[in-house]
């Protein structure tokens, strides 16, 4: 079966089995190997990349259901030659990147949370990281990473990613 | 040849494909939230699905007067904001807001939940239980009702031949309540779940979900409360009477034992009862 989707803005087609998961798909064959795969489960959040802008777990994503969506991975928020994505910046700033093996996800998750909820309040921000899990840093610092990009926005009467807030 | 490559996938745009395609043998893909995890579980995907997210009347939440129609290709997600602030509904809402975790939510479906065989754990069963849904189908003679507690029963059979299209709901709820107790507060199964309602009648309604291999009514405490001389409605009393009518035979697995399951059942009741209380509808109390 053949799959035609856009990948970080860019035209792109999948030849082969339709179940196979999105984030094969990345790693594999696009050498996309920010979204981690780990519990294949949809349990750990690693593998979280926006499908039509919503943030969903790419283990459990068959390519059949891509068709015709527009798929953006950690590469595609920040090349790494162009300024950080905000929420990624603050994440360096508040020192919240230990291994790194949640990272990506954790930005892609919370990138759209940020984006839709320019509000949230510490306890919002906690349930949006529900699906996330990390092993090293206890969370407090990614919420308070969260939280400092938020305000910012706020002070800054700008948008974090998108939406004014 | 290499496993998956002669796979059939089939994006159905209408019933009607989707239905050839079931004839033919196609297993349906709704999330995918379930079926991708087969492998996991040492299960070979289909050599043959079909994917409904593409027919536009089983993506959409119709919301009347006197009832609700839910498209069984809902997400979570879509389901929660869609019935957001609707009285009576607060149970399902809370249900639908909190399994699992926001990513799944945004791709498990309502049909998906209540169609995977050996998910004991699904939050949306007891809270449709409650609701008294009754599921609609696409079967190979045409479609067909059934009550949601039928539906759950039957649908290893039902399923054989027919597709779930449409949850119904009658707009009789006063209050309801969702109460799940997971291990730990972030993403896991709950051990178990108790749903709640009052209907206009003043009648109480309980579902019990993960707790036996198929959620379903509480019809001894539902009695039990019927006729208590005292208000009911009393978290305590209820709890009481939950002890005193607890015939769950709770399934052993690998986030809690059978045991366990039953036994939390009466302090669920009890958070239930209260948060029932705390709803609008009830007010009145
Ligand atoms: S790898 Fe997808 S959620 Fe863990
Ligand atoms: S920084 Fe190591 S898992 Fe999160």
Redesign the pocket.
Known sequence: MVVTFQLNGEDCSFHGDPMTPLVDILRRERFLTGTKAVCREGFCGACTVHVDDEAVPSCLKPIGLVQGCAVTTIEGLSSGNQALHPLQANLEAADA???????PGIVMSLSAFVRDNPHASRPEIKAAMVGNI????GYERIVDAVADCLDQARKAGQSVGGLHV | MAPGVGRSFTAASTLEEAMAARRQGAVVLAGGTWMMRDPQRGVDLPDAVVALDRIPALSKVEIDSDHVVIGAAVTHAVLGRALHGAAGFEGLVAAAENAANPGIRRVATVGGNICALDFAAADLAPALLVCEATVELETFEGPKLIGISDFLKDRHALLAEAIVTRIHLRRDLVASAHIRLPLRKAGDYPVAVVSLAVDKDKRCRIAVGSVEPVARRWTALEQAMRASQASALDPERAAGLALEHNDFQGRDGREAEGWYRRQVLPPLVKRGVAALLKTEGLAWL
């Open positions: 990147v230990q291994c790194g093996m949640c990272c990390c092993r090293c840093t």
